[in-house]
Nanobody
Framework: QVQLVESGGGLVQAGGSLRLSCAASGSIASIDTMTWYRQAQGKQRELVAAITSGGSTNYADSMKGRFTISRDNAKNTVYLQMDSLKPEDTAVYYC????????????????WGQGTQVTVSS
């Protein structure tokens, strides 16, 4: 059906940068909103940033000015540029996408990636 595959996570020092990617593949007719979430150990999953198919963006307050979400509709890929990273940004980062399948263009389904670990050392 559909797969979302994240990449780009890793270990970085505080103040550094990472760029996450999430590519969707499968029998896709169109993709609406694409979203990044994160979940730190022992905490609830939280919204990081979202971007619509038209390019409108939304960020959690703590990420504004440091993180930038973007997408390449031709590649069905969403990116998260993370700058000025802090130890508290350490978490597993997940992407999610609302996708319309070729087999049923009248309904959208939510899909999730497997997550990618981001660790920021102090």
């Amino acid at each position: 059906q559909v797969q979302l595959v994240e990449s780009g996570g890793g270990l970085v020092q505080a103040g550094g940068s990472l760029r996450l990617s999430c590519a969707a593949s499968g029998s896709i007719a169109s993709i609406d909103t694409m979203t990044w979430y994160r979940q730190a150990q022992g905490k609830q999953r939280e919204l990081v940033a979202a971007i619509t198919s038209g390019g409108s963006t939304n960020y959690a307050d703590s990420m504004k000015g440091r993180f930038t979400i973007s997408r390449d509709n031709a590649k069905n890929t969403v990116y998260l540029q993370m700058d000025s990273l802090k130890p508290e940004d350490t978490a597993v980062y997940y992407c999610a996408a609302r996708i319309v399948l070729r087999s049923n263009i009248f309904k959208a389904y939510d899909y999730w990636g497997q997550g990618t670990q981001v660790t920021v050392s102090s």
